[in-house]
């Protein structure tokens, strides 16, 4: 391959590398029987869980398996403060709160779920927060009625939409892309678009990430027949369009500055 076609593939290459970049993210691939509350055992990026709780376990094929008799369990994802998810394993993301230049997807993508035993009202979300606690975006299943369980997803602390599902399903993923600089958000189920909103009054930073298994009143995640199966989840960002063209331009400017320098 000549150097020229070389640098080319090489400049497009960086430039799809960075359409996308993960900044938490837990694949489950922990050892059997794994309560995630550490560095050690938390997923693929090792980012530290700030609380244990029980029947919460990885099941050592990649799934994170959520059992009833555990009561309300919340994870602040990661401690705040602490050594984060970054690959390089030194950096805290959240040190300095997240903010909306960049356009965000929160997405959890679950393995499996029975919610035929469950007490209506038991539910799984993950959610973004801003430094102050607020809500900037939300993922949701939960058991409706004695029929019926819904996703759900929400942006800016409002917004919420429901998708109807079964007490039982398998392989679904539910995500949300948001950019708090435009007010802008859209909802996807299986990576097909269901939602968009625009002008939403966003805080305008991420502090970090929260993850919350519970139920309602005295009555939570009760009954052992409860089960949510979580394949993968967590939060990467997407770059704008000029950032990726300003590496387009980079690239091209190498190449002409070669061509003028080899005449």
Known sequence: MKKTTMMVAVMAGLTLGASAGLLEYWEMNDANGTELNGVANSGSLNSEWNYG????????????VLAGDGNTTTRKLPKKGSVNAEPTGVEDIYATPLLGSDTYTLEMTLSAWDLTGATVGDSVNFKAMDAAGVMVALLNLEKDSDTTARLR?????????NYAVGLTGSATKISVDFNMADGTSEYFLDDVSQYTFDTL??????GGLLFTKGGTQDVNWSTAASSVSIDSMGLSVIP????????GIAGLGMLVARRIARR
């Open 53 to 64: 709780g029980a029947s919460m376990a990885t099941d050592g094929s990649g799934s994170f």
């Open 153 to 161: 997803w929400a942006a800016a602390n409002t917004k919420y939409r």
């Open 201 to 206: 009054n966003y805080a305008g930073n991420i």
């Open 240 to 247: 704008e369009p000029a950032a990726l063209g300003l590496m």
